[in-house]
C-alpha cells in the first residue's frame, strides 16, 4: 500500500506530474492557432464552448509544434526539463541540438508527445480536482444540491450522497494514476526520442578513449621521469654514504649527479604539469603541447642519463650506434620515446640488481628499425610487487604507440628487455 501511495503522490510522480503541466502549458499556444481555424470551419461557434471543438483544435495544434520542434534548442531544453524532472540519468540523454534527420524526427516525436500527453493531464488537473472536491463536500453542503450547479436529479437521493465521497476521492486517485503512468511512460520513452544517437555515442566513446590515452600519457611521463629520478638519487646518495671518509672525490661527483638528476627532473615534472594547466588534452589542438615541452631526447640527452646512472655506482657497458644519436636521422618522436625506454630500462637495473652489477646497453639500427638491448643478470631480474609493474607495462605501450614491439624476461643467464622501433612511417 505504501509502495503504491509513493508512486501516485511520491516526490518523482509530483515531479513528472509537473512535467506534464509544463507540456500542457506549452500546448496552449498551438491549441490558440488551431481555434482560428476550427472557429470559421464550424460557422463562427464559440470554441471554447464546444468540448469537440476543443479537441479539434487540440488535435489541429499537435502538426504545428512538431513543426516549432525543429528549432534548434528543442532538445537541449527538453533533455534538461526531463533530466530533472522526469529522472533520467543525464548519460542517456543528448544535449545538443538535433542534425541529422533521424535526431529531428525522433525530436519532433517526443515534442509532440510531451505536449500531447502535457495536455490531456493538464486539462484533467484544472477539470477533475474541482468536480471532485464538489462531490466530497456534496453531502455536508445542502446549498450545493439547490440546483444551481447544475448536477443530475439523482444526487438528492440518499444513497447517491453517501457514495460522492468516496466517487470524489475515487476521481482524484484516477487522476494521479493517470498523471503517474504518464509521467512513467515518457520517462521510459525519452532516452529513446531524446538520447544521443549512434554517432553522438561514438563521438562520446572516441573523446573518452582520448581522455584515457592522455592520462595514461601523463602517468607513463611521471612514472619513468619521477620513477627514475628516485632510484638513481637515491642509489647516490646511499653510495656517496657509505665512502664519506674515503672517497671525497667521488662523493663530490655524486652529489653533482643527484644535483643535475634532481634538476632535470623538476624541468620535465614542470613541462608534464603545464600540460595539464592548459586545460587542453595533447593533440586537440594544431600545436601539440607534447611537441612543445622540453622532453629530453635520446639524441641530445642519452649521454648525461649515462653519466648519473653510472655515478650511483651501476656499471653500464653501453654500446650506441651513431645514427642513433644524429637528431637528423631519428625522428623526433622516435628519439624521445626511446629516451624514455631506455631511462626506464635502466631504472628498473638500479632498483632490482642493486650496485656493482654490470649492465649492457645496446642501441643499434637494423632493417629501418632502431633497437634497444638492455640486459642484467638474472638474478636481478625485476620482481612483482603491490602496486608495481607500470615499467615494463609503460614500455610496451611506448613501443606499440610508435607501431614498435617490445619483449622482456629471462634468457638464459640474463634478463633482456629487447625493444625495436620503426624509423619509417612514425606517427
Known amino acids: 500500500m505504501t509502495a503504491l501511495a509513493r508512486s501516485l503522490f511520491g516526490r518523482r510522480a509530483r515531479l513528472r506530474w509537473i512535467h506534464l503541466i509544463l507540456g500542457g502549458a506549452l500546448a496552449m499556444p498551438y491549441v490558440l492557432v488551431g481555434s482560428v481555424v476550427v472557429g470559421p470551419v ?106 444551481r450547479l447544475g448536477l443530475p436529479g439523482f444526487f438528492q437521493h440518499t444513497w447517491a450522497l453517501v457514495l460522492s465521497p468516496l466517487a470524489g476521492a475515487a476521481m482524484l486517485v484516477a487522476l494521479a494514476g493517470c498523471a503517474a503512468a504518464c509521467g512513467t511512460l515518457l520517462a521510459r520513452w525519452a532516452p529513446d526520442l531524446l538520447g544521443p544517437s549512434a554517432a553522438d555515442r561514438v563521438a562520446a566513446a572516441e573523446a573518452r578513449a582520448a581522455d584515457l590515452a592522455v592520462r595514461n600519457r601523463l602517468a607513463r611521463e611521471l612514472h619513468d621521469s619521477v620513477g627514475h629520478a628516485l632510484s638513481a638519487v637515491t642509489l647516490q646518495a646511499s653510495a656517496a654514504r657509505r665512502v664519506l671518509d674515503t672517497d671525497p672525490e667521488f662523493v663530490r661527483e655524486a652529489l653533482a649527479a643527484i644535483e643535475d638528476t634532481t634538476r632535470r627532473t623538476v624541468g620535465e615534472l614542470d613541462a608534464v604539469l603545464g600540460v595539464l594547466r592548459d586545460g587542453e588534452a595533447p593533440g586537440d589542438t594544431p600545436g601539440d603541447p607534447w611537441d612543445t615541452a622540453p622532453a629530453p631526447t ?48 635502466l631504472s628498473n637495473a638500479l632498483r632490482h640488481a642493486g650496485e656493482k652489477v654490470a649492465v649492457t646497453l645496446r642501441v643499434e639500427v637494423l632493417d629501418r628499425h632502431l633497437r634497444i638491448t638492455v640486459e642484467n643478470p638474472v638474478g636481478s631480474v625485476p620482481a612483482p610487487r603491490p602496486g608495481g609493474g607500470h615499467g615494463l607495462r609503460g614500455i610496451a605501450d611506448r613501443a606499440r604507440l610508435l607501431g614498435g614491439a617490445a619483449e622482456a624476461g629471462p634468457e638464459g643467464p640474463v634478463w633482456r628487455l629487447h625493444v625495436r622501433l620503426p624509423l619509417k612511417g612514425t606517427a
Open 42 to 147: 464550424a460557422g463562427g461557434a464559440n470554441v471554447f464552448g464546444s468540448l469537440r471543438l476543443q479537441l479539434a483544435s487540440f488535435a489541429l495544434g499537435l502538426p504545428l509544434a512538431a513543426l516549432t520542434s525543429l528549432f534548434p534548442l528543442t532538445r537541449p531544453l527538453e533533455s534538461g526539463v526531463v533530466r530533472w524532472l522526469c529522472g533520467v540519468e543525464a548519460d542517456r540523454l543528448a544535449y545538443g541540438p538535433a542534425r541529422t534527420r533521424g535526431e529531428k524526427g525522433r525530436t519532433a516525436a517526443w515534442f509532440t508527445l510531451h505536449l500531447g500527453a502535457g495536455g490531456i493531464v493538464a486539462g484533467m488537473s484544472l477539470a477533475v480536482p474541482p468536480f471532485a472536491g464538489t462531490l466530497i463536500v456534496l453531502p455536508f453542503v445542502p446549498a450545493l444540491r439547490e440546483g
Open 298 to 345: 635520446l639524441a641530445a640527452d642519452l649521454d648525461g642519463l649515462l653519466r648519473r646512472t653510472r655515478a650511483g655506482g651501476l656499471r653500464v657497458d653501453a654500446t650506441v650506434a651513431a645514427v642513433a644519436t644524429d637528431p637528423r636521422a631519428l625522428p623526433p618522436p622516435v628519439s624521445r620515446e626511446a629516451y624514455r625506454i631506455v631511462q626506464e630500462g
